[in-house]
Protein backbone atom coordinates (compact mmCIF):
# COMPACT_ATOMS: atom_id res chain seq x y z
CA UNK A 1 0.00 0.00 0.00
CA UNK A 2 1.22 3.61 -0.63
CA UNK A 3 2.26 5.72 1.94
CA UNK A 4 -0.38 8.81 2.68
CA UNK A 5 2.85 11.07 2.82
CA UNK A 6 5.34 9.64 -0.06
CA UNK A 7 7.29 12.70 -0.08
CA UNK A 8 8.12 13.12 3.63
CA UNK A 9 11.54 13.91 4.22
CA UNK A 10 14.46 15.18 6.35
CA UNK A 11 16.55 18.08 6.19
CA UNK A 12 19.43 19.63 8.15
CA UNK A 13 18.85 23.20 9.64
CA UNK A 14 21.56 25.00 10.89
CA UNK A 15 21.10 28.02 13.35
CA UNK A 16 25.04 29.93 12.64
CA UNK A 17 26.93 31.62 14.74
CA UNK A 18 25.94 35.28 13.76
CA UNK A 19 22.17 35.08 15.74
CA UNK A 20 22.33 32.08 18.05
CA UNK A 21 21.77 31.95 20.71
CA UNK A 22 20.41 35.48 20.31
CA UNK A 23 17.58 34.68 18.11
CA UNK A 24 17.20 30.98 18.08
CA UNK A 25 13.62 31.31 19.82
CA UNK A 26 12.35 33.30 17.19
CA UNK A 27 13.76 31.10 14.48
CA UNK A 28 12.45 27.91 16.02
CA UNK A 29 8.84 29.17 16.56
CA UNK A 30 8.58 29.95 12.34
CA UNK A 31 9.93 26.15 12.19
CA UNK A 32 7.08 24.87 14.32
CA UNK A 33 4.42 27.77 12.74
CA UNK A 34 5.24 26.66 9.39
CA UNK A 35 4.33 22.94 10.00
CA UNK A 36 8.07 21.10 10.36
CA UNK A 37 8.33 18.05 13.21
CA UNK A 38 11.46 18.59 14.97
CA UNK A 39 12.99 15.49 15.03
CA UNK A 40 16.03 16.22 17.02
CA UNK A 41 17.74 19.46 17.98
CA UNK A 42 20.69 20.15 19.84
CA UNK A 43 23.71 22.74 20.04
CA UNK A 44 26.92 21.78 18.50
CA UNK A 45 30.24 23.29 18.20
CA UNK A 46 32.22 22.51 14.80
CA UNK A 47 35.97 22.54 15.61
CA UNK A 48 37.62 23.41 11.57
CA UNK A 49 38.08 19.94 10.76
CA UNK A 50 34.36 19.12 11.56
CA UNK A 51 33.29 22.50 9.73
CA UNK A 52 35.57 21.65 6.58
CA UNK A 53 33.75 17.88 6.19
CA UNK A 54 30.68 19.87 6.73
CA UNK A 55 31.40 22.41 3.77
CA UNK A 56 33.65 20.03 1.52
CA UNK A 57 31.61 20.76 -1.73
CA UNK A 58 32.84 24.00 -1.21
CA UNK A 59 36.32 23.45 -0.85
CA UNK A 60 38.43 25.39 -3.48
CA UNK A 61 36.09 28.25 -3.42
CA UNK A 62 36.58 31.82 -2.06
CA UNK A 63 34.53 31.90 0.66
CA UNK A 64 35.55 28.34 1.96
CA UNK A 65 38.21 29.43 4.44
CA UNK A 66 36.48 32.10 5.85
CA UNK A 67 33.04 30.30 6.30
CA UNK A 68 34.82 27.30 7.38
CA UNK A 69 36.38 29.41 10.11
CA UNK A 70 33.42 31.41 11.04
CA UNK A 71 31.24 28.02 11.68
CA UNK A 72 34.07 26.85 13.85
CA UNK A 73 34.38 30.31 16.01
CA UNK A 74 31.14 30.04 17.81
CA UNK A 75 28.70 27.56 19.07
CA UNK A 76 25.76 26.77 16.57
CA UNK A 77 22.04 24.61 17.06
CA UNK A 78 20.99 21.92 14.72
CA UNK A 79 17.73 20.56 13.62
CA UNK A 80 16.60 17.68 11.92
CA UNK A 81 13.73 18.61 10.31
CA UNK A 82 10.42 16.09 9.08
CA UNK A 83 7.75 17.26 6.55
CA UNK A 84 6.67 16.60 3.09
CA UNK A 85 9.52 17.74 0.75
CA UNK A 86 11.39 18.86 3.90
CA UNK A 87 14.33 20.09 1.95
CA UNK A 88 12.54 22.30 -0.73
CA UNK A 89 10.13 23.80 2.52
CA UNK A 90 12.99 24.68 4.58
CA UNK A 91 15.03 26.45 1.78
CA UNK A 92 11.68 28.27 1.04
CA UNK A 93 11.28 29.77 4.62
CA UNK A 94 15.13 30.04 5.06
CA UNK A 95 14.81 32.64 1.51
CA UNK A 96 17.98 33.17 -0.76
CA UNK A 97 21.47 32.96 0.48
CA UNK A 98 21.98 37.12 0.29
CA UNK A 99 19.92 38.49 3.04
CA UNK A 100 20.32 41.36 1.35
CA UNK A 101 18.61 40.14 -1.27
CA UNK A 102 16.64 37.82 0.41
CA UNK A 103 14.79 41.50 2.04
CA UNK A 104 14.47 42.44 -1.98
CA UNK A 105 12.51 39.18 -3.14
CA UNK A 106 11.45 37.34 0.00
CA UNK A 107 11.16 39.75 2.89
CA UNK A 108 9.36 37.00 5.10
CA UNK A 109 11.58 34.49 4.98
CA UNK A 110 14.51 33.78 7.70
CA UNK A 111 17.58 35.43 6.05
CA UNK A 112 15.42 37.81 5.13
CA UNK A 113 14.13 38.84 8.98
CA UNK A 114 17.57 37.68 10.74
CA UNK A 115 20.47 37.68 8.51
CA UNK A 116 23.32 40.35 7.61
CA UNK A 117 24.61 39.86 4.45
CA UNK A 118 26.05 37.31 1.66
CA UNK A 119 27.95 35.77 4.04
CA UNK A 120 25.98 35.67 7.31
CA UNK A 121 22.84 34.71 6.94
CA UNK A 122 21.77 32.82 9.83
CA UNK A 123 20.31 29.56 8.83
CA UNK A 124 21.39 26.84 6.64
CA UNK A 125 19.67 24.29 4.79
CA UNK A 126 20.43 21.16 2.74
CA UNK A 127 20.41 21.38 -0.92
CA UNK A 128 18.66 17.84 -1.60
CA UNK A 129 17.86 14.82 0.09
CA UNK A 130 21.33 13.41 -0.49
CA UNK A 131 22.99 16.21 1.13
CA UNK A 132 20.54 16.23 4.04
CA UNK A 133 21.23 12.66 4.43
CA UNK A 134 25.31 13.42 4.62
CA UNK A 135 24.89 16.99 6.79
CA UNK A 136 22.64 14.95 9.41
CA UNK A 137 25.38 12.18 9.79
CA UNK A 138 28.68 14.60 9.66
CA UNK A 139 26.34 16.59 12.69
CA UNK A 140 24.42 13.74 14.53
CA UNK A 141 25.79 10.91 13.78
CA UNK A 142 24.18 7.82 11.26
CA UNK A 143 21.19 6.90 13.30
CA UNK A 144 18.92 9.71 12.46
CA UNK A 145 20.29 9.90 8.67
CA UNK A 146 18.33 8.49 5.83
CA UNK A 147 14.67 7.78 5.73
CA UNK A 148 12.35 8.01 8.43
CA UNK A 149 11.56 5.03 10.41
CA UNK A 150 7.91 5.32 10.00
CA UNK A 151 7.83 5.73 6.29
CA UNK A 152 10.14 2.52 5.99
CA UNK A 153 7.58 0.71 7.77
CA UNK A 154 4.93 1.35 6.21
CA UNK A 155 6.37 0.59 2.66
CA UNK A 156 8.36 -2.53 3.73
CA UNK A 157 4.61 -4.02 6.31
P1 LIG B 1 23.39 27.06 3.07
O1 LIG B 1 24.23 25.97 2.43
O2 LIG B 1 24.09 27.78 4.18
O3 LIG B 1 22.00 26.65 3.43
O4 LIG B 1 23.19 28.20 1.97
P2 LIG B 1 23.10 28.09 0.43
O5 LIG B 1 22.96 26.66 -0.02
O6 LIG B 1 22.05 29.06 0.03
O7 LIG B 1 24.52 28.63 0.04
P3 LIG B 1 25.85 27.86 -0.41
O8 LIG B 1 26.14 28.24 -1.81
O9 LIG B 1 25.75 26.40 -0.09
O10 LIG B 1 26.93 28.54 0.52
C1 LIG B 1 27.11 28.08 1.83
C2 LIG B 1 27.30 29.26 2.74
O11 LIG B 1 28.54 29.91 2.43
C3 LIG B 1 28.41 31.30 2.68
N1 LIG B 1 28.67 32.00 1.43
N2 LIG B 1 29.36 33.10 1.38
N3 LIG B 1 30.66 35.45 0.51
C4 LIG B 1 30.09 34.66 -0.37
O12 LIG B 1 30.12 34.89 -1.56
C5 LIG B 1 29.40 33.48 0.11
N4 LIG B 1 28.74 32.63 -0.64
C6 LIG B 1 28.27 31.70 0.21
C7 LIG B 1 27.00 31.57 3.16
O13 LIG B 1 27.02 31.55 4.59
C8 LIG B 1 26.25 30.37 2.61
O14 LIG B 1 25.08 30.10 3.34
MG1 LIG C 1 24.30 25.13 0.54
Redesign the pocket.
Known amino acids: EVSPTPDLQRTLA ?1 I ?1 PDVYPAKKEEIVARIKQAGFTIVKESEVSFDKEKAAEF ?1 K ?2 EG ?3 YE ?2 TT ?1 MSSAPIYALVLEKPAAVKEW ?1 NL ?1 G ?3 SNKAREIAPHSIRALFGTD ?4 A ?5 SPASAEREIGVVFGGEVAGVPPSVLNKETA
Open positions: LKYEHKGFELWRAPTNGSLNVHGSD
